[in-house]
């Protein structure tokens, strides 16, 4: 599980103003793996995540003293960092994301099993990116940041009740998609 | 019918599976590792951006999510020890069952009713310390009060090292031999607020140096401390006779050597009840938490820990309690409402 306590971050923010840089190292270290994940399903590029991930890491730095500390920091962050992903696809005019390149090979297989295995996650990547935002947003919040309903409510700034039901359609969509993508195959 | 409902469960079914598949066809996707100098190429770029300050409106986030507003604070600086004096003169609001209810055994007086969120503090000694002659000194006490509405200081509050730290009998001795400004003195201030004196704290070889017989006569001679008060020779400090001294003992600690040669070192470590303060390890600890050297180097925490009172009651197991239930703060703002109704 990437995300840790709530008051850790908050006691780490406040040092940060307190003007300890250390503290922010510290957050950077806790939440960059979830973060890089997340914008790694939003983009499907590991550059493209890469450089959303550390924009959004400084963005928060620079606007640290207006983040509200009743919220989440992972929630506060998540939502400049959704952000700096949409700026990275319009900046490259929205082109359709890019296939991932494959995941290191899972030593136990064989190698049919294992370009077998390659080749699903594959589909699924890709099904994941051609989702509608809201949708993609869904599953790479409950599957990839390991967020809880009442935390992704919090994230997405939707109740509870929102993100489930998204979160229902989002993977009855990836379903239809791969049953459609296996028929064509 | 039958036939109807058997085919619908069925197709229910069949599609509750089809989604567990989905859910776990997405995990086995898994995680990716970021690239490995992701956390240092932010770093490197923060480092060039000036350090970020409060620029909200909001001064204090108590836990459970409860804000005070600037203008929201400013009434219930004026309002709380109104309504304090209902709580004490009138009784607390009624409980409304569950094990909290042996607040209500604790009340002086008959209940009124105040509002809808009532005060219901769960600790016993809270409750005790309510009804304490201390708590009704305290409301007529101005800088205690100023004290219990800053929301730095409920903040403080809620931070067990800052209280363990207050609590220790070297904290209350340094209030008590220094008279009530010894955390208004310039040198502690600043002292705590330099970050070589902070880094010496973190240092068990400073520690080690204090504990050491040596250092100790070393600091107390006189010619030492004139020479020390000489920036030329601070400036070599490290190939003198103290510096020798620290490292003759194995004491390497280029942070102990700076901040031994500072002023405000000096004037702290001529002080007693401060060199048994950072003795103490409950202390020691506190010393080297930003946020307590944050909350003692605040003029306004050093003037309100000034009043006798309020370190009387700082001393109480239960006002401690009261402080670090968000309850209470709550209360001041239910009160306030009610007030204003």
């Known amino acids: ?43 499907g590029s590991r550059d493209e995540a890469a450089d959303a991930t550390q924009e959004a890491f400084v963005k928060a730095f620079e606007h640290l003293g207006s983040y509200d500390a009743r919220y989440r920091f992972f929630s506060w962050i998540y939502r400049i960092l959704v952000n700096e992903c949409l700026n990275l696809r319009r900046a490259q005019g929205m082109r359709p994301a890019a296939p991932l390149d494959a995941v290191p090979p899972d030593g136990s297989a064989g190698p049919l099993e294992r370009m077998d295995a390659d080749a699903t996650r594959e589909r699924v990547r890709h ?11 869904a599953i790479v919040l409950r599957h990839f940041a390991e967020l809880s309903y009442e935390e992704m409510s919090a994230a997405m700034g939707v109740p509870v009740k929102t993100v489930k039901s998204r979160l229902h359609t989002a993977r009855q969509r990836l379903a239809a998609l791969l049953r459609d993508e296996a028929r064509d195959r | 019918m039958k ?113 809808s969120q009532d005060v219901v503090l769960g600790d016993a000694s809270a409750q005790q310390f309510m009804q304490s002659d201390e708590f009704a000194r305290l409301l007529k006490d101005k800088a205690a009060m100023k004290l219990l509405t800053d929301p730095a200081i409920q903040l403080a509050f809620r931070d067990t090292s800052i209280i363990t730290a207050m609590q220790t009998p070297e904290f209350i001795e340094l209030l008590r ?51 020390l008060k000489v920036t030329a020779f601070t400036d070599a400090l490290a190939g003198l006779k103290l510096g020798a001294t620290l490292q003759g003992k194995g004491v390497r600690c280029d942070a102990c050597l700076m901040a031994i040669s500072n002023k405000e070192f000096l004037g702290l470590i001529q002080n007693a009840s401060f060199v048994a303060l950072i003795q103490n390890s409950n202390a020691f600890a506190a010393l080297t938490n930003v946020a307590f050297v944050n909350a003692v180097a605040d003029n306004r925490i050093a003037d309100a820990l000034s009043s006798e009172v309020l370190s009387t009651a700082l001393r109480n197991h239960g006002f401690v309690m009261m402080m670090q239930d968000t309850r209470f703060a709550d209360a001041l703002q239910t009160g306030l409402s009610h007030l204003q109704q």
């Open chain 1, 127 to 137: 099904a994941i990116l051609t989702l509608p935002p809201d949708y993609r947003q």
């Open chain 2, 3 to 115: 036939d109807k409902e058997h085919d619908e469960a069925g197709a229910a079914r069949t599609e509750f599976d089809e989604l567990r598949r989905v859910a776990e066809l997405v995990d086995s996707v898994g995680h990716e590792e970021p690239p490995a100098t992701l956390v240092s190429d932010v770093m490197q770029r923060v480092a060039t951006r000036p350090s970020p300050r409060q620029t909200r409106p909001v001064l204090a986030v108590l836990p459970g999510g409860f804000t005070m507003t600037r203008k929201v604070l400013v009434g219930v600086s004026v309002a709380a020890a109104i309504v304090l004096a209902v709580f004490v003169f009138r009784g607390y609001p009624p409980v409304k069952g569950g094990a909290e209810g042996a607040v209500g055994a604790a009340k002086r007086y008959q209940a009124a009713q105040i509002d």
């Open chain 2, 177 to 227: 031999v220094n008279g009530i400004k010894s955390l208004s003195d310039v040198n502690v201030g600043t002292a705590l607020k330099s970050d070589q004196f902070i880094e010496a704290l973190r240092s068990q070889a400073f520690i080690h140096a204090l504990d050491n017989a040596e250092v100790n006569a070393a600091l107390e001679n006189h010619d030492i401390e004139a020479a």
């Open chain 1, 1 to 43: 599980v990437y995300l840790l306590q709530d008051a850790d971050d908050a006691a780490l923010v406040r040092d940060v103003l307190a003007g300890n840089r250390q503290a922010f190292a510290e957050l950077v270290e806790r939440h960059h793996r979830a973060l890089f994940n997340v914008a790694l399903r939003l983009t």
